[in-house]
């Protein structure tokens, strides 16, 4: 079974610093999928970026890239220029391959403050 | 507006009752989904549906009812409300498996 580990529950960083929250999974996989997810105090589920696996080419958006080692079955995030609005719940995600549904494995999030 | 809506968004209830958490969207999606929230679990599976008439158990799915006689609507049912479903309640959905999902913004159910 596909597992997602999330290992630093709390992080902190100043405003305009870059963090990393780290992602670790486990599947025998080949092909999948992972995202990053925010949860803001609003407690809506916004998709910060999203990961082929088999591109080998990092996904960025933005202030957001992630640094993706298929081989390792890690997959961090890195925020640059952090911002007060990015204090908030960040999850990361696996999605099971096409044939087995589609269905996202979540981590157990990191709870990241910004503090001015 | 489009997209996808939960209600209600808070709702209390004693054991034992049934309660119905509502999800609708506005994009015909075929994929619908329900998570639920605890602390130090994230987010869990509890039902999904590829399109109407067709469910699938999640990770978590016991104590839990789900139907979909709609596209738009995918309806769970708690048909005897314990303690442990109190909890965070999501609803999402997606065009294609392979596509990120949309999520609503939740309805915290709390079981006294």
């Known amino acids: 079974a596909q597992t997602v580990t999330q290992s630093q529950p709390e992080m902190s960083v100043q405003e305009a610093e870059t963090v990393t929250l780290s992602c670790t999974y486990d599947t025998s996989e080949n092909n999948y999928y992972l995202f990053w997810y925010k949860q803001p105090p609003s407690r809506q589920m916004i998709l910060v970026i999203r990961q082929e696996a088999y591109k080998q080419q990092n996904a960025t958006e933005n202030r957001f890239s992630v640094n993706f080692q298929k081989a390792a079955k890690s997959f961090s995030l890195k925020i640059s220029d952090s911002q007060l609005g990015d204090t908030a719940m960040y999850f990361c995600?696996?999605?099971?391959?096409?044939?087995?549904?589609?269905?996202?494995?979540f981590g157990q999030g990191t709870e990241l403050s910004v503090k001015p | 507006d489009a997209g996808i809506t939960q209600s209600p968004r808070y709702k209390i209830t004693e054991t034992g009752r049934q309660v119905t958490l509502m999800c609708h969207q506005t994009w015909s999606h075929s994929y619908m989904f329900w998570y639920r929230q605890d602390l130090g679990h994230g987010l869990r599976l509890i039902y999904y549906s590829a399109a109407a008439d067709i469910t699938d158990k999640g990770e978590v799915p016991d104590g839990y009812v789900v139907s979909r006689s709609k596209t738009e609507n995918f309806p769970l049912t708690l048909e005897s409300a314990t303690r442990s479903q109190t909890s965070v309640y999501f609803c999402?959905?997606?065009?294609?498996?392979?596509?990120?999902?949309?999520f609503g913004d939740g309805t915290r159910l709390s079981i006294l």
């Open positions: 995600a696996f999605m099971k391959p096409y044939n087995q549904g589609g269905k996202l494995i």
């Open positions: 999402a959905s997606t065009f294609d498996r392979a596509q990120p999902q949309h």
